[in-house]
């Protein structure tokens, strides 16, 4: 496959109806994430799993008119080369998914590696930013007119990015530009620069798609922002907060960079200082554990005062699988996208805070961002 290769057409089954269907195109489409998204989604479609974890699947976004997940195509870019189907086994070896589930959607994932396009820039890429953005926006573009989509929504799932040099866009800024190019909604679920980049403020505010963003929230971040305002609820003195990550797979090397693993604890950070009176004293810090693989544990140490200046502590440990954890998110974002694209919505998404550390608007504990997106359900659902 070369990066000219022409995208091939969607060759399974139309769905009902022929109606059209929705593209969600991945970047970092042969990663972790990715993959436990595709698959998931094919299981969900064919019935083979429960849907647990979507919250688009829940009475809440009942008459939203969301696209079905039986209509989702997906595609993507990657620089990594595994293909599709042999990362799904590695993540069944990994203990992500259940040993059967690949085989049972072989054919899903076989179509989905042929819609996977180089991405980039690698070292030594001579081709100038403009060349880039031009060559990925054409790719969505093909992608959505080859396989007769009715619009696509792009979601940046790719390992974090350390900061670029001065005066460059980074890869994720490339792919958002790309996307808002193309015409396509725009979803940034990692901590990576995208559309935050300076150089990309009057193409974000000038958008005439939906977007969303920053890093998505599948773990500690998730758990300190019930935490933190219960103990300001309660009002408990929080004096210090620390914390620590360990993590192996792709993330884990990537965060292994001081500069990318500043750029993740700056959410967790952010819900403790929106979310207390104070800020209080402790870092968070994140090590690579190769042996963890695609498994995580976060621990938290919590130092508080109680009434007449009693010495408290709270410990948390969060052990989970983080692609596990964030690929029903993904597909909760993908399909509310396409649907504020279909009502014609355009910028950043209010109420989609519960999904992110870093939002783009909206309250910072987990209940007032649970009201914000009850009521981005009913918004999508007036419109119906």
């Given at each position: 496959m070369t990066a000219h290769d022409a995208p091939q057409p969607d060759s399974g089954e139309r769905s009902p109806g022929d109606r059209p269907r929705t593209g969600v195109w991945l970047i970092g489409a042969r990663g972790s994430v990715a993959t436990?998204?595709?698959v998931g989604c094919a299981a969900l479609a064919a019935g083979l799993q429960p849907p647990t974890g979507l919250l688009t699947e829940t009475p809440v976004f009942a008459d939203s008119?969301?696209?079905?997940?039986?209509?989702?195509?997906f595609g993507g870019h990657d620089t990594a080369c595994t293909p599709l189907p042999k990362r799904a086994e590695e993540l069944v070896g990994a203990g992500v998914l259940a040993h059967g589930l690949p085989t049972a959607v072989a054919a899903e994932l076989a179509a989905v590696e042929r819609r996977i396009r180089p991405g980039g820039p690698e070292r030594g890429d001579t081709r100038t930013t403009e060349e880039l953005i031009e060559r990925f926006a054409a790719d969505l573009?093909?992608?959505?007119?080859?396989?007769?989509?009715?619009?696509?929504?792009?979601?940046?799932?790719?390992?974090?990015?350390?900061?670029?040099?001065q005066g460059q866009l980074p890869p994720s800024s490339l792919y958002a530009a790309a996307a808002l190019r193309a015409g396509c909604g725009y979803v940034n679920f990692t901590p990576s620069t995208g559309l935050h980049h300076p150089d990309l403020q009057d193409t974000a505010r000038a958008a005439e798609v939906p977007y969303a963003g920053r890093d998505g929230k599948t773990g500690q971040t998730l758990l300190r922002s019930v935490l933190a305002p219960m103990f300001r609820s309660r009002a408990l003195t929080v004096r210090a907060w620390s914390g620590t990550n360990l993590l192996g797979g792709g993330d884990g090397a990537?965060?292994?960079?001081?500069?990318?693993?500043?750029?993740?604890?700056?959410?967790?950070?952010?819900?403790?200082?929106?979310?207390?009176?104070?800020?209080?004293?402790?870092?968070?810090?994140?090590?690579?554990?190769?042996?963890?693989?695609?498994?995580?544990?976060?621990?938290?140490?919590?130092?508080?005062?109680?009434?007449?200046g009693s010495r408290m502590?709270?410990?948390?440990?969060?052990?989970?699988?983080?692609?596990?954890?964030?690929?029903?998110?993904?597909?909760?974002?993908?399909?509310?996208?396409?649907?504020?694209?279909?009502?014609?919505?355009?910028?950043?998404?209010?109420?989609?805070?519960?999904?992110?550390?870093?939002?783009?608007?909206?309250?910072?504990?987990?209940?007032?961002?649970?009201?914000?997106?009850?009521?981005?359900?009913?918004?999508?659902?007036?419109?119906?």
């Amino acid at each position: 496959m070369t990066a000219h290769d022409a995208p091939q057409p969607d060759s399974g089954e139309r769905s009902p109806g022929d109606r059209p269907r929705t593209g969600v195109w991945l970047i970092g489409a042969r990663g972790s994430v990715a993959t436990t998204t595709i698959v998931g989604c094919a299981a969900l479609a064919a019935g083979l799993q429960p849907p647990t974890g979507l919250l688009t699947e829940t009475p809440v976004f009942a008459d939203s008119a969301l696209p079905p997940l039986s209509d989702l195509l997906f595609g993507g870019h990657d620089t990594a080369c595994t293909p599709l189907p042999k990362r799904a086994e590695e993540l069944v070896g990994a203990g992500v998914l259940a040993h059967g589930l690949p085989t049972a959607v072989a054919a899903e994932l076989a179509a989905v590696e042929r819609r996977i396009r180089p991405g980039g820039p690698e070292r030594g890429d001579t081709r100038t930013t403009e060349e880039l953005i031009e060559r990925f926006a054409a790719d969505l573009t093909d992608f959505t007119r080859d396989n007769g989509l009715e619009r696509t929504v792009v979601v940046n799932v790719a390992s974090t990015e350390p900061a670029a040099a001065q005066g460059q866009l980074p890869p994720s800024s490339l792919y958002a530009a790309a996307a808002l190019r193309a015409g396509c909604g725009y979803v940034n679920f990692t901590p990576s620069t995208g559309l935050h980049h300076p150089d990309l403020q009057d193409t974000a505010r000038a958008a005439e798609v939906p977007y969303a963003g920053r890093d998505g929230k599948t773990g500690q971040t998730l758990l300190r922002s019930v935490l933190a305002p219960m103990f300001r609820s309660r009002a408990l003195t929080v004096r210090a907060w620390s914390g620590t990550n360990l993590l192996g797979g792709g993330d884990g090397a990537a965060l292994a960079d001081p500069a990318a693993a500043a750029a993740k604890n700056a959410g967790k950070e952010r819900v403790l200082a929106e979310n207390l009176p104070e800020v209080p004293e402790g870092e968070v810090h994140i090590d690579d554990v190769p042996a963890l693989g695609d498994w995580k544990t976060a621990w938290d140490h919590i130092a508080f005062d109680g009434f007449l200046g009693s010495r408290m502590i709270l410990q948390t440990i969060w052990q989970g699988c983080d692609s596990a954890l964030a690929a029903p998110l993904v597909l909760d974002l993908a399909r509310i996208l396409a649907r504020a694209d279909a009502l014609g919505l355009r910028g950043p998404v209010d109420g989609l805070g519960f999904y992110f550390k870093d939002p783009d608007s909206g309250p910072a504990d987990l209940a007032g961002q649970e009201r914000e997106l009850a009521q981005l359900a009913e918004r999508l659902a007036d419109r119906a």
